[in-house]
C-alpha cells in the first residue's frame, strides 16, 4: 500500500526549525563541541600566521620588523587569544560581573581591527608615493585613530564595571558597529583606489594581474567582513536574542565568527602567502 508524502504547514516547517536550533543552543554537549571547534579554528589560522612570521624572518632577517612581519605577528596574536578564551568558553561566558565577558570577547576585536588596519595603512603609503604625495603623516593617523579608539571604548568598558547602565552598554555596541563601519569604508577607498590605479597601467605581466587580483580579493573579504560584524553588533544591540556574549548561542557565535574572522583570516594570509624575495649581496653575484 503506498503512503501519500506527509505536507507539513509553513507554521509546522518554522516550528520544527525553531525546536531544533533551541535543542543545540540548550544542550550542553553542542555547546562544548562548538566553541572547542572554534577554539581549533583559531588556533590553526594563529600557527599559520605564525609560520608564515619565521618564513619572512628566515628570508630577510635583516629588515628587521616591517609592516608584513608585524602584520602576521598580529594575526597570530588575535588568533591565539580567540583560541584562548574558546577554549575556556565555559568559564568565559560566566564571569561577574557580566562586563568583563564583554571585555574578554570584544578586547581581539579591537585588535583584529588594528591587525588590518595596519594593511590598510601599507596600501595607503603605496598609493600616495605613486602620486608623489607625502607620506609621513599616515603613520601618525593611523597611531592616533586606533589609539583614541581603544581610549574610548576603554573608557566604556570602566564606565559599565562601575555602572551597570543597558543606555551605556548600547552606546558601546554601536559604537563598534561605528568603528566596523569606518573600517570597511576605508578598505572600499584605499582598495579601490590601489586596484584602479594599478589597473590604468599600460605594462601587461603576470605579476601585474595578480597584484590586481591580490588587492581586490583582500578588499572584498576585508570589507564584507567589517560589514558584517557592523550589521550583527547592531542586531545584538536592539535584539536580546542575537547576543554573542552568552553561552547558549553557540550557533550564532559560530557563524558569526567564522564570517567576521576565522575565514576573512585564513583566506587573506593564503593570498599574502608570498615570501619577500631574499636580497643578493653585492659583492657576490649568482652564476648564470
Request: hydrophobic share 50%; proline share 4%.
Amino acid at each position: 500500500m503506498l503512503r501519500m508524502p506527509v505536507q507539513l504547514a509553513p507554521m509546522e516547517v518554522v516550528g520544527l526549525v525553531g525546536n531544533w536550533w533551541d535543542e543545540i543552543n540548550e544542550s550542553t554537549r553542542w555547546q562544548d563541541g562548538i566553541f572547542y571547534a572554534l577554539c581549533a579554528a583559531y588556533a590553526l589560522v594563529s600557527s599559520v600566521a605564525l609560520i608564515q612570521l619565521i618564513r619572512i624572518e628566515l628570508r630577510v632577517p635583516e629588515y628587521g620588523w616591517t609592516t608584513q612581519k608585524v602584520f602576521h605577528l598580529m594575526n597570530f596574536i588575535v588568533n591565539g587569544v580567540r583560541a584562548i578564551l574558546f577554549g575556556f568558553h565555559r568559564q568565559v561566558f560566566i564571569f561577574h560581573p557580566k562586563v568583563l565577558t564583554v571585555i574578554l570577547l570584544d578586547f581581539p576585536g579591537l585588535l583584529f581591527f588594528s591587525t588590518y588596519t595596519l594593511l590598510l595603512l601599507f596600501w595607503a603609503e603605496i598609493y600616495y608615493q605613486a602620486r608623489s604625495l607625502p607620506t609621513d603623516k599616515l603613520r601618525t593617523v593611523y597611531i592616533s585613530a586606533n589609539s583614541g579608539i581603544y581610549f574610548i571604548q576603554v573608557c566604556i568598558w570602566v564606565y559599565l564595571c562601575v555602572t551597570d547602565n543597558s543606555i551605556v552598554e548600547l552606546i558601546g555596541k554601536i559604537f563598534v558597529a561605528v568603528v566596523s563601519i569606518i573600517a570597511a569604508l576605508g578598505f572600499l577607498l584605499y582598495g579601490g583606489r590601489l586596484f584602479f590605479m594599478l589597473r590604468r597601467f599600460p605594462i601587461e605581466s603576470k605579476g601585474r594581474r595578480k597584484k590586481l587580483h591580490e588587492i581586490g580579493s583582500v578588499t572584498a573579504i576585508c570589507f564584507t567582513c567589517f560589514l558584517i560584524r557592523c550589521f550583527v553588533v547592531l542586531l545584538s544591540a536592539f535584539d536580546s536574542d542575537a547576543s554573542l556574549d552568552v553561552l547558549d548561542h553557540p550557533v550564532l557565535n559560530l557563524i558569526y565568527y567564522m564570517l567576521v574572522e576565522i575565514l576573512p583570516s585564513a583566506l587573506v594570509l593564503c593570498i599574502l602567502r608570498k615570501l619577500p624575495p631574499k636580497r643578493i649581496s653585492v659583492q657576490y653575484h649568482p652564476i648564470r
